[in-house]
Protein backbone atom coordinates (compact mmCIF):
# COMPACT_ATOMS: atom_id res chain seq x y z
CA UNK A 1 0.00 0.00 0.00
CA UNK A 2 1.49 3.37 -1.19
CA UNK A 3 0.02 5.05 2.11
CA UNK A 4 0.47 4.31 5.71
CA UNK A 5 -3.21 4.53 6.98
CA UNK A 6 -4.27 5.18 10.59
CA UNK A 7 -5.36 1.80 12.16
CA UNK A 8 -8.03 3.64 14.40
CA UNK A 9 -9.08 4.78 10.85
CA UNK A 10 -8.56 1.13 9.32
CA UNK A 11 -10.71 -0.08 12.19
CA UNK A 12 -13.50 2.40 11.85
CA UNK A 13 -13.93 1.80 8.14
CA UNK A 14 -13.81 -1.89 8.03
CA UNK A 15 -16.73 -1.61 10.82
CA UNK A 16 -18.88 0.85 8.79
CA UNK A 17 -18.53 -0.83 5.16
CA UNK A 18 -19.11 -4.56 6.43
CA UNK A 19 -18.44 -6.39 3.03
CA UNK A 20 -17.87 -3.07 0.81
CA UNK A 21 -14.60 -3.00 3.30
CA UNK A 22 -12.23 -4.97 0.67
CA UNK A 23 -12.65 -2.94 -2.33
CA UNK A 24 -12.65 0.68 -0.16
CA UNK A 25 -8.87 -0.62 0.57
CA UNK A 26 -8.01 -1.87 -2.64
CA UNK A 27 -8.47 1.48 -4.17
CA UNK A 28 -5.52 3.05 -1.79
CA UNK A 29 -3.19 0.70 -4.05
CA UNK A 30 -4.59 2.26 -7.36
CA UNK A 31 -3.55 5.69 -8.51
CA UNK A 32 -5.88 8.88 -7.93
CA UNK A 33 -7.48 10.44 -10.27
CA UNK A 34 -6.99 13.83 -11.54
CA UNK A 35 -8.50 16.59 -13.53
CA UNK A 36 -9.12 20.32 -15.36
CA UNK A 37 -12.12 22.45 -15.30
CA UNK A 38 -12.69 25.05 -18.29
CA UNK A 39 -12.88 28.94 -17.48
CA UNK A 40 -16.16 29.72 -18.66
CA UNK A 41 -15.09 33.81 -17.88
CA UNK A 42 -12.49 33.23 -20.66
CA UNK A 43 -13.33 30.33 -23.11
CA UNK A 44 -16.49 28.46 -23.91
CA UNK A 45 -16.87 24.79 -23.63
CA UNK A 46 -16.82 24.06 -27.55
CA UNK A 47 -14.04 26.26 -27.75
CA UNK A 48 -11.87 24.20 -24.98
CA UNK A 49 -12.74 20.73 -26.11
CA UNK A 50 -11.14 21.84 -29.29
CA UNK A 51 -7.49 23.28 -28.52
CA UNK A 52 -7.01 21.52 -25.18
CA UNK A 53 -4.01 20.66 -25.76
CA UNK A 54 -3.77 16.97 -23.79
CA UNK A 55 -5.97 13.95 -24.22
CA UNK A 56 -9.29 14.61 -22.13
CA UNK A 57 -12.30 12.57 -20.94
CA UNK A 58 -15.70 13.49 -19.51
CA UNK A 59 -16.20 14.08 -15.17
CA UNK A 60 -19.76 13.35 -14.88
CA UNK A 61 -21.01 15.48 -12.42
CA UNK A 62 -19.42 18.35 -13.74
CA UNK A 63 -19.86 19.64 -17.51
CA UNK A 64 -17.33 21.87 -17.49
CA UNK A 65 -14.80 19.08 -15.76
CA UNK A 66 -12.25 16.49 -17.50
CA UNK A 67 -10.19 14.14 -16.52
CA UNK A 68 -6.37 13.78 -17.55
CA UNK A 69 -4.13 11.20 -17.87
CA UNK A 70 -2.08 10.55 -14.82
CA UNK A 71 1.32 11.79 -14.76
CA UNK A 72 0.64 15.19 -17.10
CA UNK A 73 1.08 18.43 -16.00
CA UNK A 74 -1.24 20.98 -17.59
CA UNK A 75 0.49 23.62 -15.73
CA UNK A 76 3.31 23.30 -18.05
CA UNK A 77 1.05 25.33 -21.04
CA UNK A 78 0.47 28.62 -21.68
CA UNK A 79 -3.13 28.44 -21.77
CA UNK A 80 -2.98 27.35 -18.58
CA UNK A 81 -1.04 31.25 -17.50
CA UNK A 82 -3.93 32.28 -19.64
CA UNK A 83 -6.42 31.38 -16.64
CA UNK A 84 -8.29 28.75 -19.72
CA UNK A 85 -8.47 26.32 -16.91
CA UNK A 86 -7.76 25.11 -13.38
CA UNK A 87 -6.50 21.88 -12.64
CA UNK A 88 -8.94 20.36 -9.59
CA UNK A 89 -9.09 16.91 -8.15
CA UNK A 90 -12.62 15.80 -9.80
CA UNK A 91 -14.48 15.21 -6.76
CA UNK A 92 -14.16 18.14 -5.54
CA UNK A 93 -15.81 20.09 -8.60
CA UNK A 94 -19.44 18.17 -7.22
CA UNK A 95 -20.27 20.83 -4.47
CA UNK A 96 -20.57 23.82 -6.67
CA UNK A 97 -22.18 21.51 -9.49
CA UNK A 98 -24.93 20.98 -6.34
CA UNK A 99 -25.30 24.67 -5.69
CA UNK A 100 -27.41 25.65 -8.67
CA UNK A 101 -25.40 29.16 -9.49
CA UNK A 102 -27.15 30.79 -12.00
CA UNK A 103 -26.46 34.49 -13.41
CA UNK A 104 -27.16 37.05 -11.05
CA UNK A 105 -26.90 35.44 -7.96
CA UNK A 106 -25.38 36.67 -4.54
CA UNK A 107 -23.30 34.00 -3.77
CA UNK A 108 -20.42 33.68 -0.74
CA UNK A 109 -18.05 30.73 -0.23
CA UNK A 110 -17.11 31.03 3.01
CA UNK A 111 -13.80 28.62 3.24
CA UNK A 112 -12.62 29.25 -0.11
CA UNK A 113 -8.92 29.00 -0.14
CA UNK A 114 -7.20 28.42 -2.15
CA UNK A 115 -10.29 29.04 -4.45
CA UNK A 116 -10.86 26.35 -6.84
CA UNK A 117 -14.76 26.34 -6.32
CA UNK A 118 -14.87 30.03 -5.99
CA UNK A 119 -13.20 30.34 -9.92
CA UNK A 120 -15.98 27.30 -10.80
CA UNK A 121 -18.68 29.87 -9.08
CA UNK A 122 -17.75 32.90 -11.11
CA UNK A 123 -17.89 30.90 -14.26
CA UNK A 124 -21.42 30.64 -13.48
CA UNK A 125 -22.33 33.72 -12.77
CA UNK A 126 -20.76 34.73 -16.25
CA UNK A 127 -19.64 38.46 -14.32
CA UNK A 128 -23.23 38.67 -13.07
CA UNK A 129 -24.45 38.76 -9.90
CA UNK A 130 -22.00 39.10 -6.36
CA UNK A 131 -19.70 36.19 -5.41
CA UNK A 132 -17.83 37.07 -1.75
CA UNK A 133 -15.27 34.45 -1.22
CA UNK A 134 -13.58 34.22 2.07
CA UNK A 135 -11.24 32.35 4.07
CA UNK A 136 -10.38 33.02 7.90
CA UNK A 137 -6.88 31.97 7.46
CA UNK A 138 -4.72 35.42 6.33
CA UNK A 139 -1.77 33.11 4.63
CA UNK A 140 -4.47 31.20 2.22
CA UNK A 141 -5.87 34.28 1.32
CA UNK A 142 -3.35 34.83 -0.92
CA UNK A 143 -3.63 32.18 -3.25
CA UNK A 144 -7.64 32.60 -2.94
CA UNK A 145 -6.41 36.26 -4.42
CA UNK A 146 -4.42 35.47 -6.80
CA UNK A 147 -6.24 32.63 -8.32
CA UNK A 148 -9.27 35.20 -8.22
CA UNK A 149 -7.00 37.70 -10.30
CA UNK A 150 -5.92 35.00 -12.69
CA UNK A 151 -9.08 33.74 -13.69
CA UNK A 152 -10.67 37.14 -14.53
CA UNK A 153 -12.80 37.43 -12.01
CA UNK A 154 -14.21 40.76 -11.94
CA UNK A 155 -17.59 40.58 -9.79
CA UNK A 156 -15.72 39.07 -6.61
CA UNK A 157 -15.03 40.74 -2.81
CA UNK A 158 -12.76 38.19 -1.14
CA UNK A 159 -12.60 38.90 2.82
CA UNK A 160 -10.08 37.23 5.20
CA UNK A 161 -13.10 36.94 7.98
CA UNK A 162 -14.59 34.53 10.55
CA UNK A 163 -17.90 33.65 9.41
CA UNK A 164 -19.87 34.87 12.03
CA UNK A 165 -18.79 38.26 11.53
CA UNK A 166 -19.57 38.15 7.66
CA UNK A 167 -23.42 37.71 9.12
CA UNK A 168 -23.29 40.71 10.72
CA UNK A 169 -22.56 42.50 8.23
CA UNK A 170 -24.75 40.59 5.23
CA UNK A 171 -27.79 39.32 7.21
CA UNK A 172 -30.06 37.00 5.14
CA UNK A 173 -27.87 38.85 2.08
CA UNK A 174 -26.53 36.11 0.02
CA UNK A 175 -28.95 33.05 -2.10
CA UNK A 176 -26.43 30.60 -2.47
CA UNK A 177 -24.09 29.79 -0.19
CA UNK A 178 -20.89 27.33 -0.28
CA UNK A 179 -19.13 25.75 3.06
CA UNK A 180 -16.52 23.24 1.55
CA UNK A 181 -15.79 22.55 5.74
CA UNK A 182 -12.57 22.24 7.43
CA UNK A 183 -12.39 18.48 7.86
CA UNK A 184 -10.31 15.99 8.86
CA UNK A 185 -9.59 15.35 5.49
CA UNK A 186 -9.68 11.38 5.62
CA UNK A 187 -11.07 11.66 1.83
CA UNK A 188 -7.54 12.83 0.68
CA UNK A 189 -5.15 10.24 2.12
CA UNK A 190 -4.64 8.69 -1.42
CA UNK A 191 -3.92 11.57 -3.47
CA UNK A 192 -1.99 13.55 0.06
CA UNK A 193 0.00 11.32 2.39
CA UNK A 194 1.26 13.91 4.41
CA UNK A 195 -2.60 14.41 5.59
CA UNK A 196 -2.53 10.36 6.92
CA UNK A 197 0.01 10.89 8.94
CA UNK A 198 -1.19 14.08 10.52
CA UNK A 199 -4.96 12.68 10.86
CA UNK A 200 -4.96 12.27 14.39
CA UNK A 201 -3.69 16.03 15.06
CA UNK A 202 -7.04 17.26 13.22
CA UNK A 203 -9.39 15.09 14.91
CA UNK A 204 -12.73 14.64 14.59
CA UNK A 205 -14.55 16.34 17.07
CA UNK A 206 -12.50 19.36 16.46
CA UNK A 207 -13.73 19.73 13.24
CA UNK A 208 -17.22 18.96 14.43
CA UNK A 209 -17.26 22.13 16.68
CA UNK A 210 -15.88 24.53 13.84
CA UNK A 211 -18.48 22.87 11.35
CA UNK A 212 -21.18 23.60 13.92
CA UNK A 213 -20.45 27.51 14.35
CA UNK A 214 -20.01 27.97 10.50
CA UNK A 215 -23.82 25.95 9.60
CA UNK A 216 -24.79 27.93 12.64
CA UNK A 217 -23.97 31.43 10.38
CA UNK A 218 -24.36 30.18 7.34
CA UNK A 219 -28.29 30.20 8.35
CA UNK A 220 -28.01 33.80 9.35
CA UNK A 221 -26.40 34.49 6.27
CA UNK A 222 -29.00 32.93 3.55
CA UNK A 223 -31.93 34.75 2.19
CA UNK A 224 -35.26 32.91 2.09
CA UNK A 225 -35.86 30.23 -0.04
CA UNK A 226 -32.05 30.00 -0.71
CA UNK A 227 -29.16 27.00 -0.47
CA UNK A 228 -26.74 26.19 0.87
CA UNK A 229 -24.32 23.18 0.27
CA UNK A 230 -22.06 21.85 2.50
CA UNK A 231 -19.59 19.84 1.84
CA UNK A 232 -15.98 17.73 3.29
CA UNK A 233 -13.81 15.52 2.31
CA UNK A 234 -13.76 13.14 4.77
CA UNK A 235 -15.84 9.74 5.59
CA UNK A 236 -16.67 10.45 9.42
CA UNK A 237 -20.61 9.91 9.85
CA UNK A 238 -19.94 12.50 12.94
CA UNK A 239 -18.92 15.18 10.03
CA UNK A 240 -20.71 14.46 7.49
CA UNK A 241 -24.60 12.70 7.81
CA UNK A 242 -24.70 13.42 11.91
CA UNK A 243 -23.21 17.16 11.18
CA UNK A 244 -26.63 17.58 8.59
CA UNK A 245 -29.17 16.19 10.39
CA UNK A 246 -28.32 18.21 13.58
CA UNK A 247 -28.55 21.39 11.29
CA UNK A 248 -32.03 20.10 10.12
CA UNK A 249 -33.42 19.12 13.38
CA UNK A 250 -32.11 22.60 14.54
CA UNK A 251 -33.58 24.47 11.54
CA UNK A 252 -36.90 22.78 10.37
CA UNK A 253 -37.02 25.65 7.68
CA UNK A 254 -34.45 23.62 5.84
CA UNK A 255 -34.60 20.42 3.80
CA UNK A 256 -31.93 18.15 2.24
CA UNK A 257 -32.54 18.11 -1.41
CA UNK A 258 -31.44 15.26 -3.76
CA UNK A 259 -28.11 14.91 -5.10
CA UNK A 260 -29.12 13.87 -9.31
CA UNK A 261 -29.06 9.82 -9.81
CA UNK A 262 -27.27 10.62 -13.14
CA UNK A 263 -24.15 11.62 -11.64
CA UNK A 264 -23.69 8.52 -10.25
CA UNK A 265 -22.97 9.51 -6.66
CA UNK A 266 -23.63 7.16 -3.87
CA UNK A 267 -26.58 8.19 -1.13
CA UNK A 268 -25.96 9.42 2.53
CA UNK A 269 -25.49 6.29 5.20
CA UNK A 270 -28.52 7.29 7.90
CA UNK A 271 -28.09 4.12 8.98
CA UNK A 272 -24.65 5.42 10.57
CA UNK A 273 -26.51 7.54 13.09
CA UNK A 274 -28.48 6.97 16.38
CA UNK A 275 -30.56 9.83 16.87
CA UNK A 276 -30.50 11.35 19.90
CA UNK A 277 -27.19 9.61 21.25
CA UNK A 278 -24.67 12.37 21.76
CA UNK A 279 -21.87 9.84 22.99
CA UNK A 280 -19.79 10.44 19.73
CA UNK A 281 -20.20 14.11 19.32
CA UNK A 282 -22.05 16.73 19.76
CA UNK A 283 -25.19 16.05 18.03
CA UNK A 284 -28.62 15.69 19.08
CA UNK A 285 -30.92 14.83 16.23
CA UNK A 286 -34.52 13.44 15.45
CA UNK A 287 -35.04 10.36 13.67
CA UNK A 288 -36.59 12.24 10.95
CA UNK A 289 -33.81 14.56 10.23
CA UNK A 290 -31.52 11.48 10.46
CA UNK A 291 -33.68 9.81 7.64
CA UNK A 292 -33.35 12.75 5.88
CA UNK A 293 -29.67 12.27 5.06
CA UNK A 294 -30.56 9.16 2.47
CA UNK A 295 -30.59 12.53 0.31
CA UNK A 296 -26.78 13.54 0.71
CA UNK A 297 -24.17 12.53 -1.30
CA UNK A 298 -21.19 10.66 -0.89
CA UNK A 299 -18.05 10.04 -3.65
CA UNK A 300 -16.34 6.79 -2.77
CA UNK A 301 -12.84 6.37 -4.12
CA UNK A 302 -13.66 2.64 -4.92
CA UNK A 303 -16.90 3.28 -6.44
CA UNK A 304 -16.03 6.44 -8.85
CA UNK A 305 -13.28 7.96 -10.38
CA UNK A 306 -11.83 10.34 -7.56
CA UNK A 307 -10.94 11.12 -3.91
CA UNK A 308 -13.50 11.20 -0.98
CA UNK A 309 -16.08 13.61 -0.71
CA UNK A 310 -19.23 14.18 0.85
CA UNK A 311 -22.17 17.13 -0.44
CA UNK A 312 -25.37 17.83 1.27
CA UNK A 313 -28.03 20.22 -0.47
CA UNK A 314 -29.79 22.32 2.04
CA UNK A 315 -32.89 23.86 0.56
CA UNK A 316 -34.50 27.02 2.84
CA UNK A 317 -38.50 26.33 2.52
CA UNK A 318 -39.17 30.03 2.81
CA UNK A 319 -40.32 31.60 -0.75
CA UNK A 320 -37.22 33.33 -2.59
CA UNK A 321 -37.23 37.02 -2.93
CA UNK A 322 -36.13 38.31 -5.66
CA UNK A 323 -32.09 39.56 -5.72
CA UNK A 324 -33.00 43.18 -5.78
CA UNK A 325 -35.42 43.24 -2.39
CA UNK A 326 -32.65 40.88 -0.30
CA UNK A 327 -31.91 42.05 3.40
CA UNK A 328 -29.04 45.00 2.51
CA UNK A 329 -28.86 46.79 5.61
CA UNK A 330 -25.79 46.00 7.22
CA UNK A 331 -24.80 45.99 10.68
CA UNK A 332 -23.60 48.37 13.03
CA UNK A 333 -19.56 47.78 11.97
CA UNK A 334 -16.90 47.46 15.44
CA UNK A 335 -13.74 47.79 13.49
CA UNK A 336 -12.17 50.86 11.36
CA UNK A 337 -12.91 51.84 7.64
CA UNK A 338 -11.44 49.27 5.00
CA UNK A 339 -10.10 52.88 2.89
CA UNK A 340 -7.90 55.10 4.84
CA UNK A 341 -9.52 58.58 6.43
CA UNK A 342 -8.64 61.54 4.17
CA UNK A 343 -9.39 64.91 4.96
CA UNK A 344 -12.28 66.75 2.89
CA UNK A 345 -11.17 68.39 -0.09
CA UNK A 346 -10.83 72.17 0.17
CA UNK A 347 -10.27 74.95 -1.88
CA UNK A 348 -6.37 74.93 -2.44
CA UNK A 349 -6.45 78.66 -2.81
CA UNK A 350 -8.32 79.26 0.90
CA UNK A 351 -5.05 77.49 1.99
CA UNK A 352 -2.41 79.76 1.89
CA UNK A 353 0.67 80.33 3.79
CA UNK A 354 1.22 83.75 4.98
CA UNK A 355 3.18 85.73 2.39
CA UNK A 356 3.19 82.57 0.94
CA UNK A 357 2.28 80.03 -2.21
CA UNK A 358 -0.67 78.03 -1.92
CA UNK A 359 -0.36 75.04 0.32
CA UNK A 360 -0.03 71.64 -1.17
CA UNK A 361 -3.07 69.46 -0.66
CA UNK A 362 -3.44 65.51 -0.95
CA UNK A 363 -5.27 64.85 -3.56
CA UNK A 364 -8.85 63.80 -3.24
CA UNK A 365 -9.98 59.97 -4.07
CA UNK A 366 -12.17 61.50 -6.77
CA UNK A 367 -8.87 63.41 -8.20
CA UNK A 368 -7.31 59.89 -8.02
CA UNK A 369 -10.12 58.14 -9.36
CA UNK A 370 -10.18 60.61 -12.52
CA UNK A 371 -6.69 59.06 -13.37
CA UNK A 372 -8.35 55.01 -13.74
CA UNK A 373 -10.42 57.17 -15.98
CA UNK A 374 -8.07 58.96 -18.08
CA UNK A 375 -6.78 55.45 -18.40
CA UNK A 376 -9.71 54.12 -19.32
CA UNK A 377 -10.91 56.79 -21.93
CA UNK A 378 -7.52 56.03 -23.91
CA UNK A 379 -6.70 52.30 -23.48
CA UNK A 380 -10.21 50.51 -23.11
CA UNK A 381 -13.54 50.06 -24.32
CA UNK A 382 -15.15 49.11 -21.24
CA UNK A 383 -18.98 48.85 -20.33
CA UNK A 384 -19.71 49.90 -16.42
CA UNK A 385 -18.16 47.08 -14.25
CA UNK A 386 -19.18 48.55 -10.97
CA UNK A 387 -18.16 51.46 -8.24
CA UNK A 388 -14.44 52.27 -8.85
CA UNK A 389 -13.12 52.92 -5.36
CA UNK A 390 -9.91 53.61 -3.85
CA UNK A 391 -8.24 50.94 -1.24
CA UNK A 392 -4.44 51.16 -0.27
CA UNK A 393 -3.26 53.42 -3.25
CA UNK A 394 -5.47 51.01 -5.48
CA UNK A 395 -8.29 51.41 -7.88
CA UNK A 396 -10.91 48.42 -7.63
CA UNK A 397 -14.17 48.21 -9.38
CA UNK A 398 -16.47 46.65 -6.87
CA UNK A 399 -19.49 44.69 -6.97
CA UNK A 400 -20.80 45.82 -3.35
CA UNK A 401 -21.27 49.40 -2.16
CA UNK A 402 -18.09 50.84 -0.15
CA UNK A 403 -19.57 51.08 3.18
CA UNK A 404 -21.10 47.58 3.15
CA UNK A 405 -17.26 46.39 3.90
CA UNK A 406 -16.87 48.60 6.85
CA UNK A 407 -15.50 46.83 9.31
CA UNK A 408 -14.44 43.75 7.46
CA UNK A 409 -10.81 43.01 6.92
CA UNK A 410 -11.26 43.21 3.03
CA UNK A 411 -8.25 41.90 0.74
CA UNK A 412 -9.79 42.49 -2.41
CA UNK A 413 -12.88 45.02 -2.55
CA UNK A 414 -13.45 44.09 -5.78
CA UNK A 415 -11.53 43.80 -9.14
CA UNK A 416 -8.39 45.12 -9.13
CA UNK A 417 -7.65 47.47 -11.91
CA UNK A 418 -4.52 48.77 -11.15
CA UNK A 419 -2.64 51.41 -9.09
CA UNK A 420 -1.85 55.40 -8.48
CA UNK A 421 0.92 56.74 -7.53
CA UNK A 422 2.71 60.35 -7.93
CA UNK A 423 -0.85 61.54 -10.02
CA UNK A 424 -0.03 58.83 -12.67
CA UNK A 425 -2.09 55.36 -12.88
CA UNK A 426 -0.82 51.92 -13.75
CA UNK A 427 -2.98 49.10 -15.10
CA UNK A 428 -2.66 45.97 -12.94
CA UNK A 429 -2.13 42.50 -14.06
CA UNK A 430 -5.68 41.56 -13.20
CA UNK A 431 -7.12 43.98 -15.43
CA UNK A 432 -6.05 42.78 -18.33
CA UNK A 433 -6.08 39.08 -16.78
CA UNK A 434 -9.99 39.47 -16.48
CA UNK A 435 -10.48 41.63 -20.51
CA UNK A 436 -11.83 40.61 -23.73
CA UNK A 437 -9.66 41.30 -26.48
CA UNK A 438 -12.44 43.35 -27.75
CA UNK A 439 -12.13 45.62 -24.88
CA UNK A 440 -8.78 46.84 -25.65
CA UNK A 441 -7.95 49.17 -27.81
CA UNK A 442 -4.70 47.92 -28.71
CA UNK A 443 -4.28 43.73 -28.82
CA UNK A 444 -1.18 41.50 -29.41
CA UNK A 445 -1.61 37.60 -29.70
CA UNK A 446 1.31 35.37 -29.28
CA UNK A 447 1.55 31.75 -30.69
CA UNK A 448 1.38 28.90 -28.14
CA UNK A 449 2.97 27.00 -30.27
CA UNK A 450 6.60 28.87 -31.72
CA UNK A 451 8.05 29.50 -28.26
CA UNK A 452 6.75 33.27 -28.11
CA UNK A 453 4.53 33.00 -25.69
CA UNK A 454 6.47 31.55 -23.52
CA UNK A 455 9.08 34.24 -23.70
CA UNK A 456 6.70 36.81 -22.45
CA UNK A 457 5.33 34.35 -20.13
CA UNK A 458 9.26 34.04 -18.79
CA UNK A 459 9.19 38.40 -18.42
CA UNK A 460 10.84 39.17 -21.95
CA UNK A 461 11.26 41.77 -24.02
CA UNK A 462 9.75 41.08 -27.69
CA UNK A 463 11.00 42.90 -30.58
CA UNK A 464 7.61 43.42 -32.49
CA UNK A 465 7.12 44.85 -35.29
CA UNK A 466 4.10 47.68 -35.53
CA UNK A 467 1.72 45.71 -37.97
CA UNK A 468 0.94 42.96 -35.44
CA UNK A 469 -0.27 45.35 -32.94
CA UNK A 470 -3.92 45.11 -33.74
CA UNK A 471 -5.22 49.02 -33.05
CA UNK A 472 -9.27 49.73 -33.43
CA UNK A 473 -9.63 52.80 -35.55
CA UNK A 474 -8.03 55.58 -35.27
CA UNK A 475 -5.23 54.53 -32.26
CA UNK A 476 -1.85 54.35 -32.79
CA UNK A 477 0.23 51.26 -31.94
CA UNK A 478 2.33 53.25 -28.87
CA UNK A 479 1.29 52.47 -25.42
CA UNK A 480 -0.74 49.59 -23.32
CA UNK A 481 -1.24 46.14 -25.21
CA UNK A 482 -2.95 43.47 -23.74
CA UNK A 483 -1.13 40.82 -24.61
CA UNK A 484 -2.93 37.58 -25.63
CA UNK A 485 -1.89 34.01 -26.22
CA UNK A 486 -3.34 32.54 -29.36
CA UNK A 487 -6.06 35.34 -28.94
CA UNK A 488 -6.83 34.74 -25.23
CA UNK A 489 -5.76 37.77 -22.82
CA UNK A 490 -2.76 36.84 -20.65
CA UNK A 491 -1.25 40.37 -19.19
CA UNK A 492 0.18 43.78 -20.76
CA UNK A 493 3.25 45.14 -22.58
CA UNK A 494 3.99 48.60 -23.28
CA UNK A 495 5.26 49.29 -27.03
CA UNK A 496 7.54 51.30 -28.24
CA UNK A 497 9.65 51.83 -31.59
CA UNK A 498 9.38 48.22 -32.36
CA UNK A 499 9.86 46.36 -28.80
CA UNK A 500 7.40 45.58 -26.30
CA UNK A 501 8.33 46.64 -23.05
CA UNK A 502 7.31 43.25 -20.67
CA UNK A 503 4.63 43.90 -18.10
CA UNK A 504 4.11 40.24 -16.89
CA UNK A 505 4.74 40.32 -13.14
CA UNK A 506 7.69 38.39 -11.46
CA UNK A 507 5.59 36.47 -9.06
CA UNK A 508 3.82 35.20 -12.17
CA UNK A 509 6.29 34.05 -14.34
CA UNK A 510 7.06 31.07 -16.20
CA UNK A 511 9.41 29.35 -14.04
Known sequence: MAVQLPPVFLERMEKLLGDEYPAFLD???????????????????????????????????????????????PGKHPYYHAGLYYIQEPSAMAPVEALGVQPGDRVLDLCAAPGGKSTQIAGKLQGTGILVTNDISSERTKALAKNIELYGVRNAVVLNEAPDRIAKAFPHFFNRIL?????????????????????????????E??????????????????????????FAPEENEGMIAAFISRHPEFSIKP???????????????????????????????????????????HLIEGEGHFVAVLQHNGTMAG?????????????????????????????????????????????????????AASNLKLNSEGEPIMFGGNVYLSPIAKDR???????????????????????????????????????LSLSSEDGEAVRYLKGETLAISPDRI??????????????????????????????????????????
Not at 183 to 192: A, I, N, V
Not at 225 to 232: A, D, F, K, R
Not at 324 to 347: F, G, H, T
Request: charged letters at 25%.
Open 259 to 301: IPQEWGISGGRPEWLKPGDTSEGDHDYTADAASQTSNCGRLWP
Open 179 to 207: IDAPCSGEGMFRKDADMARQWEKHSVMKC
Open 405 to 443: LNGLKTVRPGWYVGTVKNGRFTPGHPLAAALRPDEALRT
Open 209 to 234: AMQKDILRSAAELLAPGGTIVYSTCT
Open 470 to 511: QCMEGVEPKGYVLVCIDGYSAGWGKWLDGMLKNEYPAGWRWT
Open 27 to 73: SYHAPHFSGVRANLLKINQAEFEQIVPFPVRPIPWCSTGYYTEEGLK
Open 323 to 375: IEALNVQAAEPEMVRISENRRPAKDKLSRRKKNGPPERTEPTEQELLGTWSSF
